[in-house]
């Protein structure tokens, strides 16, 4: 999902980083524990989480690299997370079809609005 949201909002921050924030994120996240049923909050808290990583780092595992994440992105996570809180309150709301339209504009249309 991260991936797609990269590539549909031209989010300038490397796959591989996400792949790592991904990892961190789930790891200490209360989410942790709940199946993928909750995905929409998941997503949600994962792009405030990202937001915060701003100018920080990620380590390679194995190597124990530093790579920096810059802030490029920030401004992307940022209106990704306003989007997703959006989506959520209309799924709150059984307005299913009006979170489908915020979901497809942080993923990109080619999910399904609703399922």
């Known amino acids: 999902m991260l991936k797609a949201w990269q ?3 031209s989010v300038p921050i490397k796959s591989f980083h996400l792949e790592l924030l991904a990892a961190e994120f789930i790891a200490q996240s209360p989410w942790r524990s709940h199946d993928w049923f909750y995905f929409d909050w998941i997503v949600h808290d994962f792009f405030a989480f990202l937001y915060h990583r701003a100018d ?6 194995g190597t124990w690299e530093v790579m920096m994440l810059g802030n490029d992105w920030q401004s992307r996570a940022a209106s990704a997370y306003r989007r997703a809180a959006k989506a959520c309150e209309f799924e709150s709301q059984n307005r299913i079809m009006a979170a489908g339209d915020e979901w497809q504009k942080i993923f990109g249309t080619d999910i399904p609005r609703a399922v």
């Open 7 to 9: 590539a549909w909002c």
């Open 56 to 61: 920080g780092f990620v380590l390679v595992p």
